[in-house]
C-alpha cells in the first residue's frame, strides 16, 4: 500500500492504470537511477493469482470430459487437461476460483492447440453484480504448445461467486485445462487525490518467503508510459522529512496476512505518561463453530519500542481476558522532564495477540503512542470533527469540499475562489476532559496537501478562536448556517491568535499552539464554538494552503486537536524514574523526580529540594 496526495506535473484530470513490478537485481535508494532500473522490472506476473486447474476441487464437469492421454499433456498446466468432442453440444467445463481480495483480475484461459481442436471454444466468464460475457477462443493456434488466451479484464468479489465456464463445439475437440486470474494493478482516479493505492503482491511475497525469488522489492510504474502528459501518482517516501515527528501514517506498507487472523489494534487517542489506552476488535473464528482448536483464550498486550517484532516474554504487558476489548498500560516510562523535542519523546510500539486453545500466539500488526512526561496525559480528537472553507468572491455558496477534494482552503491565489478562510471544529471534545483538568498544552494539526501555487513560501496562517457556531454544509461568507448572518468572513475574537508560516509545496502535517482556546472550552463547554483559520496577507494573491478536511478517506489524516493535561490524582504528582533498590539507615540519596501539580504557599519560593517525610531519601528537583 502506498499513499499519494499530488499527481505527477499537476495533471489530476486523467485516469492513470498503474502496475507493480518485480525488481530482479539489488539497488539502493541513494544510487538508483532511470539508467540502472527502467529494465529492472520483471513484466511477469507478480500481484494476486489464482489458478484453477483441470481436475482441482473448485474444476467441475457436465457431461464427457475424458482425461487426455497425449504426449501433448506435457505443455498443459500439471502435465493433464480434459478433452470434449462429442456430437452432442451442451457440456461445461467450469472454474470457480476463491478470490482473496475484490478489484479488477485479468481473466487468461490454458489450453494446448493442435489442427483438430475448436475453432471457436466458447469461455464464458461470471463476475461482479452477475455481468456475463462470452469470448469465443480458437484453439487451434498456436499448434503443438500451450499458452495463455487473454480473457479480458473483469471486476470480481472477494470469495467464490465468480466462475469460469467452457462449453463445448459438436465434433471439436475442446480443451479444458486451467483458468488464471491475477490482479497486479490499482487505478489512479482523475480527481482524486490523498488515497491509499494498494497494489496486491501475494504471489511475489509468497516467493519471497519460500526463497524461490531474492527480495529486492517492487517497481510502480503506470501499465501504458507510451501516453504523455497523462499524469500519475507522486507517492510519499519513507524520508525522515515524511514522518511528521514520528506521526508515519502514510509512510509505504506491505501488508502480509498470513494463518488465523488475529487482531488489529485501534490507534490509541488517550495516551497516559505511563502507556497508551487501547482498544480492539473481537478476535473472529476463522471456522465458526467448526473444531475448537482456533478459539481464543486469551489476549495479550505486548510493548516494544520497535516497529516491527515477535511477540514473546520481552514484550509481553498483560494478558487480558477473552472477553475483554481494552486495556490501559501503567508500566511503560514516562518521557523525561527535560526533552521538549517530539522526536525524543519516549515512543512505542504496541500490539494485541490473539492466544488460541492449541496454543498458538497469532500476532497483530502495531501500533505507535508517544507518551507525555510524568502526570500527564495526551488526548487526541479526531472523531466529531466539523469545517468548510469560506470563499469572498463565491460568499453566498457553501464551498463544504473544495473544488471536488476534501480540502479546508486558506489563502487568495484565484479570481474563483478570491480570498477563502477554513473554519473547523471538534465536537468530541465535549466532556472528554474533566473540566478542572489542568490544561498544560494543546495543538491544532492539519494535513497540508500543497501550498498554491507554490512560489511564495513565507505567507503566515493564523487561527482565531470563533465567536459563533457555523453549519458545515450551510455556512458561507456571508452567514453562519445559508440564513442567520455573521461578519463577513466569519465571526472570530481578534483578541488572540496564533501563527505559523513553515508551509512547503510538500505534503506534511502543520501545527499551532491553541492552548489558551482549548483552556477556556474545557473550562466551558458552552465557548466551544471552534476555529477560524485565515492567511495574514489576504490583499494580495500570494498563495492558498490546501489542508485535508474531516471528509478525507483516511481518518488519520483529518484535522486533529491534541490536548495534554495533568492527570488528578496524588499518585501522579511526581514520577522518580531511578530509585535506589537497596537503602541504608541513616542515609542520603540523591535522585532526578518529575513534579506536576506542585503547590506552593503566598509569597514563598519553591525549594530545590524536598525531603519525604520520615527517615528517608531527598531528591533533586
Not at 505527477?8 to 535508494?29: F, H
Not at 522529512?241 to 488489529?264: E, F, S
Not at 473472529?284 to 475448537?292: C, E, L, M
Not at 507518551?371 to 469545517?387: C, N, Y
Amino acid at each position: 500500500m502506498t499513499y499519494y496526495d499530488q499527481s505527477l506535473d499537476g495533471i489530476y484530470a486523467n485516469n492513470v492504470p498503474m502496475e507493480v513490478q518485480r525488481v530482479k537485481t539489488s539497488w539502493t535508494e541513494g544510487t538508483a537511477t532511470w539508467g540502472t532500473m527502467a529494465a529492472q522490472g520483471d513484466t511477469s506476473l507478480t500481484g494476486n493469482i489464482v489458478t484453477v486447474d483441470d481436475g482441482d476441487t473448485n474444476a467441475t464437469a457436465k457431461g464427457t470430459w475424458t482425461a487426455s492421454t497425449s504426449n501433448l499433456t506435457a505443455y498443459a498446466v500439471g502435465t493433464d487437461y480434459r478433452v470434449n468432442s462429442d456430437a452432442v453440444t451442451g457440456d461445461t467445463y467450469t472454474w470457480t476460483p476463491n478470490v482473496t481480495e475484490a478489484g479488477e483480475y485479468k481473466v487468461e484461459a490454458h489450453y494446448v492447440g493442435a489442427s483438430d481442436r475448436a475453432d471457436a471454444a466458447p469461455y464464458t466468464v461470471y463476475s461482479k453484480g452477475g455481468a456475463v460475457k462470452t469470448v469465443k477462443v480458437d484453439q487451434r493456434q498456436p499448434n503443438g504448445t500451450g499458452g495463455w488466451y487473454n480473457l479480458g479484464f473483469y471486476q470480481f468479489d472477494a470469495g467464490t461467486t465468480g466462475k469460469v465456464v467452457l462449453g463445448d463445439q459438436a465434433s471439436k475437440a475442446v480443451i479444458a485445462d486451467a483458468v488464471r486470474f491475477s490482479k497486479n494493478g490499482a487505478l489512479k482516479e482523475a480527481s482524486h487525490s490523498s488515497t491509499w493505492l494498494s497494489f496486491p503482491v501475494r504471489t511475489l511475497v509468497q516467493q519471497w518467503a519460500t526463497g524461490t525469488q531474492p527480495n529486492y522489492g517492487v517497481m510502480l510504474k503506470a501499465k501504458n508510459e507510451a501516453l504523455a502528459s497523462q499524469g500519475g501518482a507522486i507517492f510519499e517516501a519513507s524520508e525522515y522529512a515524511y514522518m511528521n515527528d514520528r506521526r508515519d501514517y502514510n509512510l509505504p506498507k506491505l501488508v502480509v496476512t498470513y494463518g488465523r487472523p488475529g487482531v488489529t489494534v485501534n490507534p490509541p487517542t488517550t495516551i497516559t505518561s505511563t502507556g497508551a489506552v487501547l482498544d480492539w476488535p473481537a478476535y473472529k473464528d476463522p471456522d465458526g463453530t467448526t473444531g475448537t482448536g482456533d478459539d481464543i483464550v486469551e489476549y495479550q498486550v505486548h510493548r516494544s519500542p520497535n516497529q516491527v517484532y515477535t511477540p514473546g516474554a520481552a514484550t509481553l504487558i498483560a494478558p487480558v481476558s477473552s472477553s475483554t476489548l481494552s486495556f490501559q498500560d501503567t508500566t511503560a516510562t514516562p518521557t523525561p522532564a527535560d526533552k521538549t523535542n517530539p522526536m525524543d519523546r519516549q515512543f512505542y510500539y504496541y500490539m494485541v495477540a490473539a492466544k488460541t486453545a492449541d496454543g498458538q500466539l497469532i500476532p497483530g500488526p502495531t501500533v505507535p503512542a508517544m507518551l507525555p512526561k510524568a502526570g500527564q496525559i495526551t488526548k487526541i480528537f479526531r472523531t466529531g470533527v466539523t469545517d468548510t472553507t469560506l470563499s469572498k468572491t463565491l460568499n453566498t455558496t457553501n464551498v463544504n469540499v473544495y473544488d471536488g477534494d476534501p480540502y479546508v482552503g486558506v489563502g487568495n491565489n484565484s479570481t474563483t475562489y478570491g480570498v477563502t478562510r477554513g473554519v473547523v471544529k471538534w465536537s468530541s471534545l465535549a466532556g472528554a476532559i474533566p473540566t478542572t483538568a489542568q490544561v498544560t498544552g494543546a495543538q491544532l494539526r492539519m494535513w497540508n496537501v500543497s501550498l498554491q501555487p507554490g512560489t511564495d513560501r513565507t505567507q503566515y496562517v493564523d487561527v482565531y478562536r470563533l465567536n459563533k457556531g457555523f453549519s458545515e454544509t450551510k455556512a458561507t461568507w456571508n452567514t453562519s448556517d445559508g440564513t442567520t448572518a455573521w461578519t463577513a468572513g466569519g465571526d472570530y475574537d481578534t483578541s488572540w491568535s496564533a501563527g505559523f508560516n513553515g508551509f512547503a509545496n510538500d505534503p506534511e502535517w502543520e501545527t499551532w499552539d491553541v492552548t489558551t482556546p482549548v483552556k477556556n472550552w474545557v473550562a466551558t463547554p458552552a465557548n466551544n464554538y471552534g476555529l477560524l483559520l485565515r492567511m495574514r496577507d489576504e490583499v494580495n494573491q500570494n498563495a492558498r494552503a490546501m489542508m485535508l478536511a474531516s471528509e478525507a478517506e483516511d481518518s488519520m489524516f483529518e484535522p486533529t486537536l491534541e490536548v495534554t493535561y495533568l492527570e488528578q490524582t496524588p499518585e501522579s504528582t511526581y514520577y522518580a524514574a531511578d530509585t535506589p533498590t537497596d537503602l541504608a539507615p541513616s542515609s542520603t540519596y540523591t535522585t532526578p523526580v518529575s513534579v506536576s501539580n506542585r503547590r506552593r504557599r503566598p509569597g514563598r519560593r519553591p525549594t530545590g529540594s524536598w525531603r519525604t517525610s520520615g527517615a528517608g531519601p531527598t531528591a533533586s528537583r
